[in-house]
């Protein structure tokens, strides 16, 4: 099936310092990734949706200057957490759709990452 | 109204037991539907797609009521390691924007 892979599984970084996560589609193409932050006991929210070519859409109260996302192929988009800081602390997932499969294709998940700032 | 809201749980039965959830959503465009399960500290993985009025796989039944806009998932025979949170997905597919909805999650958890 379908793969995506996300690095790194955990990090852990000091306050103030910058943390970039990659998330790619081993064998299939992605025009659009979708990145979503969960903390403990809660659902997936989603925070930004990623478009090859093109500015990632941020949802409300999200800030883009914080989480900067580049999608510079059809097979990897990039999100920066800049300037972190202990509340940032979560596990961030991304999720891309095959744009072979169609508007009803489901989505695939990379394995997380799991972000802890000291 | 929440885009997408589901049965809050948690559910806590039996080995054996059949137990369902239900996902209720409120754009009446959405197409398709999908039911992820996630165990702690994992990312999620699909279960089933329902594209039409329903689907099974197995023990696992997920039903479609456009009219009412609710999915439900129901679980025959439960095993010890269906226990995890079962989580209700709406895309959509907007010209404005594409987006994949989430559902808060259902926890389930089967005791012996």
């Given at each position: 099936g379908a793969v995506v892979s996300q690095h790194p599984s955990w990090v852990i970084c000091k306050s103030g310092t910058s943390v970039k996560i990659e998330c790619r589609s081993l064998d299939f193409q992605a025009t659009t990734m979708f990145w979503y932050r969960q903390f403990p006991k809660q659902s997936l929210m989603l925070m930004a949706t990623s478009n090859e070519g093109s500015k990632a859409t941020y949802e409300q109260g999200v800030e883009k200057d914080k989480f900067l996302i580049n999608?510079?192929?059809?097979t990897l988009s990039t999100l920066t957490v800049t300037s972190a800081h202990p509340e940032d602390s979560s596990f961030y997932i991304c999720s891309a759709r095959d744009i072979?499969?169609?508007?009803n294709s489901p989505l695939h998940f990379g394995n997380g990452t799991r972000l802890t700032v000291t | 109204r929440k885009e997408v809201e589901q049965d809050p749980g948690p559910f806590n039965v039996p080995e054996g037991a059949t137990v369902a959830f239900n996902c209720t959503y409120s754009?009446?465009?959405?197409?398709s539907f999908f039911w992820y399960r996630q165990d702690c500290r994992k990312e999620p993985k699909l279960l089933m797609s329902v594209y039409s009025s329903g689907n099974e796989d197995g023990r696992f039944t997920a039903q479609l009521n456009r009219a009412s806009q609710y999915i439900s998932l129901l679980i025959r025979d439960s095993k010890l390691s269906d226990s995890a949170t079962y989580l209700c997905v709406v895309p959509r597919w907007d010209s404005s924007a594409s987006k994949i909805i989430f559902g808060s999650g259902t926890r389930l958890s089967i005791r012996p």
């Open positions: 999608h510079a192929s059809l072979a499969g169609g508007d | 754009n009446s465009a959405s197409q």
